[in-house]
């Protein structure tokens, strides 16, 4: 597919000083895409009750969803100890699970990166393969 990925990485890299994580240290960002062509950001945000933090990804998401999106086509995330990426950072499995709902995963691209020029590109299919989504459920 054809878009700019350096550019969504930046965002999602820009973003990710703003990132709250003062109990992992672990500081990501996230830039999403929507069919709209429309980028929306996320950071993560930790919680002195742990569990009631929340993903870079999954805030991205819920941020374009509350904007009135549906529809995924790309994700950026950048994550690092004290926001040094020295590596590509993958999704957790409730990110991929949340990004199931909201597009095709055979044509989402997922950029788990380093920098604008070291980045990892794959699909949601082949991240979350026999995955189960919306479709599974019998219509209402
Ligand atoms: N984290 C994310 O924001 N996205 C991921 O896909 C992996 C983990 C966050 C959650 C927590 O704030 C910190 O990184 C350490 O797990």
Known sequence: MDFDRKELIRTAIEQQ?????????????????????????????????????????????????????????????VGGMGGVNTACCQPCGICRQVMREFCDPEKMRVLMAKSPEEYREMTLDELLPESFGPEDLPER
């Open 17 to 77: 000083k703003k990132a709250y994580a003062p109990y992992s240290g672990f500081y990501v960002g996230a830039a999403v895409m929507a069919d709209s062509g429309k980028v929306y950001t996320g950071v993560n945000a930790e919680n002195a009750s742990y569990p009631a933090g929340i993903c870079a990804e999954r805030a991205a998401i819920f941020h374009a969803v509350s904007c009135g999106e549906r529809r995924f086509e790309a994700i950026a995330i």
